[in-house]
């Protein structure tokens, strides 16, 4: 005789479908309230703009002093403004409802375009941290190899280690070989 599971039960499948159900209508909710949110706030300061022009502060400037005063960041205020002057009425957004204040910013607000800006000191400086710190994890894999020779199990981990930390060191030089590329400066082979 089969003994019945509680998850053969009709009770629980009809709780679960429930659930299931419930956790699909307030995520669904919880993403339009954030739409409609970013809306109004866009709405309100546009209501604003008289204002703003007499007392000639103008573009991020009206962003960066409201994002500091709100305690978010002066893009987020940017576009809640975009997308209220080029969507004044919700109703006419493509996909009606089911849509994402993401979804909005990437498809609708920039095109994917707009990601952040990383300064060229800045993307240098991290890749470097990222070789010394891949060099440093290298020889601590390698010594941990060397060590462990005789242990298979921890020689092969070790191994694999080592393997994946110079593919990882590999993958670094490429980006590095691609951005001097970019800038017309000759892409030389960096040895880790």
């Given at each position: 005789m089969k003994e019945n599971t509680i998850t053969e039960s009709f009770w629980y499948n009809q709780l679960i479908e429930d659930c299931r159900d419930l956790i699909t209508e307030v995520e669904f909710t919880s993403r339009w309230t954030l739409v409609e949110?970013?809306?109004s706030l866009g709405s309100r300061i546009l209501q604003e703009n008289e204002n703003?022009?007499?007392?000639k502060i103008y573009?991020?400037?009206i962003c960066n002093a409201i994002a500091e005063s709100l305690g978010k960041r002066p893009r987020t205020i940017y576009?809640?403004?975009?997308?209220?002057?080029?969507y004044p009425d919700l109703n006419l957004l493509p996909e009606g409802k089911n849509t994402s204040w993401h979804h909005i910013i990437n498809k609708y607000l920039t095109n994917g375009k707009d990601k952040?800006?990383?300064?060229?000191?800045?993307?240098?400086?991290?890749?470097?941290?990222?070789?010394?710190?891949?060099?440093?994890e290298w020889q601590d894999a390698h010594q941990e190899l060397m060590q462990n020779d005789t242990l298979k199990h921890i020689y092969e981990r070790s191994k694999s280690k080592c393997e994946f930390i110079r593919y990882l060191q590999d993958q670094v030089n490429k980006i590095t070989e691609g951005l001097k590329e970019r800038q017309g400066l000759p892409a030389?082979?960096?040895?880790?």
């Open positions: 949110g970013y809306h703003f022009e007499r007392a573009g991020q400037g576009y809640a403004i975009q997308f209220a002057k080029e952040a800006i990383i300064k060229k000191a800045d993307l240098y400086r991290m890749i470097k941290e990222i070789k010394e710190l891949l060099e440093y030389k082979k960096e040895v880790m």
